[in-house]
């Protein structure tokens, strides 16, 4: 490959006529030892064959083939005329770039040269550039070209809407970097404009970093909607960039033209490309890797060019992943516009009789190597491990001795024992392979025995681990995991690395949407595809010791956790992850004390040291003192009796020693649970969560489906016990599959909880109305999320009334439904006052109310740990929703993690707190706690609390008092 450096461009020539500057060009090359003077006369001899002026003011002389001997080394000397020479041709040249080649090295040069020919204006930059780097810049800028590729594509979106599909197609841009978060927000706004064929378009220009398209389609067919094309394109004065998106658009005419429009809803992300890149649904392809070392290079593209001219058909040829269309294979310039790389996958297209042969002649040719000797691409030389997630970058210091280290708290209850530390193995795979049939093979057999392994780890897991694992085994029948497995495969990938990129892929999709629970799902799929990797590579995990211990790995993936004797767990500790993270979710259930989030230092610990885990605090101590030790062990045999007593007086209320009752109540998810949380001593629901709800179906659930819901829970409550129903809590971290909102930067202060829903009254309309019909008359409170001020509230509280009128046409009243909003965001406690004017009910929603009162992410896996309810910031606010209810004779309830904190019970009472709501395992202490106090001390707890300035100071002086 030829690389221009400064000392070959030669600036400011002049010339009488082209042969003076031919003679100035041949003279130059011979004068840097390129070419022996008889070379400069072969340049001669060239241009009598025929012009070498390629177009926008550029030639580019070079020898005949004979001349070739007299060539001393390959190279090229530019020469700029800025006043113009008038070529033999009649045209105009401002650059002659003059070629000394044994071979072919001038098709390259052209290959090089194909976009500044097509730039407008750059003739008259080139002839009037005042240094020789800027002429090398000019002639070296990678072309602008608009971007339409797989990664810009969504195909088979599972959304209801063409607004859903508008969402995608544009968030695919924002992903692949052709946008930034202002073009969301303008995208969302714009008007889809019919196309016709059901295709729709919509056009944005804001924060457009480079022209592009995006596409995507519906999973199932929308009446009026087969795909919706989101145009990404800059307002610029710059040509070039103007002529990139057109050539997008064009594309889409083209496609109109085909009459395929209509088709494109049930095509996958390959044929759609396919079909955009002017290939017709009839034609037909075939797909083949370059493996000449340099790419498609001049030689053989020269001789691919050859091969499909001598075709009975006309053959098209473009990148599969390439942003560009299909081109003519018998067009050299357009082939070699390409740049096709070693490696990189070429298809081929033709249409009629004889077609399968000219195209399998084609892809012999190429993987011959068009008259070049190639290497297969699955030498050992390519083999490299797997880059495998769980794999630590590089060893971090092990805690410190007998030092305190917080972390997240995921899990409660204490432990003390030796570590186990489960070190995940990498794998070492040939990343190709030429032999799909037997790779393909090989990665079915693994995925029967994957499967295998997850029916027998069924059969022994508990519940919840085993509806994990179920999940999984769905995961391994996924069809489009499946497909792009086998589609690697026959790209020449290697079992591993196919199956890998398909999980990979997968799981990477999953994490852009930014949502911590599908961000979970990513790490199951993980999880599912080590398995098989594991199965493929012949590698086994660790065994753990047959001595109780304390389980510590980077993260841990349900499948890891089934395999492990949980009797002998005492405790797991995660350098990674939330205390929403599977692993934390997995140890709840088990009733596992745990701690995340501690950082890779913890991954460096020795096998056997001896650790203290405190699932409360978030907090370790690894080789502890003597003192200490004995302190720990203390405590934990104390913690194990009040567990037991406070489990054996669940059903007793909650009443402190001089006489004031506490509600406790439990926080559920899943409706199917109340019954269980009534046998924990519930008195009531103070918190249920129903987008988990909304979110365990495909599509937003009728009310039929929901009443169905509802009712379970309303019949394990009874007529007395109260459920407290949070209206759907959606958008932002957690968005719902079938109503997407576009990425956002921090989706935690974007379209979340009762923002969203305001703009859907008709889900939320539904919502109410199926609450109602399923509560017949049992005691029903129904609270907005994330409200941020009464005009909010009385936004939803207007739906409310609508659906009211419509169910009690005659009272216009609901019988015992109390209406009131969460205490999520600060500015909602500061105007508290306002808010009770209109309210039944308040319900401290402390998790999000301390993050958004702090400025801590609460997932963050380093700054959750100080995102301590227990601030004195958020006490205050606290205080000042209590004041202000009870001055307007409403309830308030805390129903956010801080209701379960031991030194956060009696602050909450003290400050007048009426009722608690908690995770169905924790009502019996939490009860159990408030029995154990006196108001009076409370309330002084809650004012020493108050006087603090810090929550380390809180803590500090609480445990004190
Ligand atoms: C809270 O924010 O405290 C709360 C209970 O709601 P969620 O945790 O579901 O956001
Ligand atoms: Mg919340």
Known sequence: MLTLTPDAVLLRQSAGDWREALDRAGGALVEAGLGEPAYAQALFDREAQSSTWLGNGIAIPHGTPESRDSVRATGIRVLQFPEGVEWHDGNRVTLLIAIAAQSDEHLDILRALTHVLDRPGVAEQLASAESAEAVIELLSRPPITGRFDDSTIAAGVPVQSRQGLIAMAAGRLLDAGCVGPAFMVDIMAAQPVALGQKLWLVQGQQDVHQPALGVATPAHALDDTAAVFCLACPVDDDTEITRAWQ???????????????????????????????????????????????????????????????????????????????????????????????????????????????????????????????????????????????????????????????MAVPASPGMSIAPVFVMRLPTFEYAEHSDNAAWEQARLDQAINEAHDQLAALIRTAGEEVAEILSMHEEMLEDPELREAAREAINEHMSAEAGWWRAIDTSARAQETLADRVLAERAADLRDVGRRVLGVLCGVTMPDPPDHPYILVAEDLGPSDVARLDTRRVKGMLTARGGATSHSAILARALGIPAVVGAGLGVMSLNNDVELILDGVRGRIVASPGSDRRARTELSIREHDQRVREAFEARFEPAVTRDGHRVEVGANLGNTAHAEDAVSRGAEGVGLLRTEFIFMAHPQAPDQETQVAEYRRAFEALGTERPLVARTLDVGGDKPLDYWPVPQEDNPFLGLRGIRLALTRPDVLETQLRALMIASEGRPLRIMFPMVKDVEEFLAARAIFERVVAELYPDTRRAPNVQLGVMIEVPSCALLAPSLAEHVDFFSIGTNDLTQYTLAIDRGHSQLSAQADGLHPAVLQLIRMTVEAAHAHDCWVGVCGELASDAQAVPVLVGLGVDELSVSARQVPMVKAWVRQLNLDDARRQAELALKQATSAAVRDALEAF
């Open 247 to 405: 050539a997008l658009l064009e594309r889409l005419f083209q496609l109109l033209e085909s009459g395929q429009g209509e088709q494109l809803a049930t095509l996958d992300s390959a044929r759609l490309l396919s079909c955009l890149s002017g290939e017709k649904s009839s034609a037909e392809t075939v797909r083949v890797r370059v493996r000449n070392a340099h790419g498609l290079h001049a030689r053989p593209a020269k001789q691919l060019v050859q091969v499909a001219r001598s075709q009975s058909v006309p053959i098209r040829v473009r990148l599969e992943n390439g942003p560009g269309e299909a081109v003519s294979a018998a067009s050299l310039t357009r082939v070699l516009s390409l740049g096709a790389r070693r490696g990189q996958m070429l298809v081929f297209s033709a249409e009629g009789q004889g077609a399968r042969e000219a195209l399998e002649t084609m892809a012999a040719e190429v993987r011959d190597g068009l008259g070049e000797a190639v290497t297969p691409l699955n030498d050992t030389s390519e083999a490299r491990p797997s880059r495998n997630r769980t794999t630590p970058v590089a060893p971090e210091p092990p805690p410190e001795a007998d030092t305190p280290l």
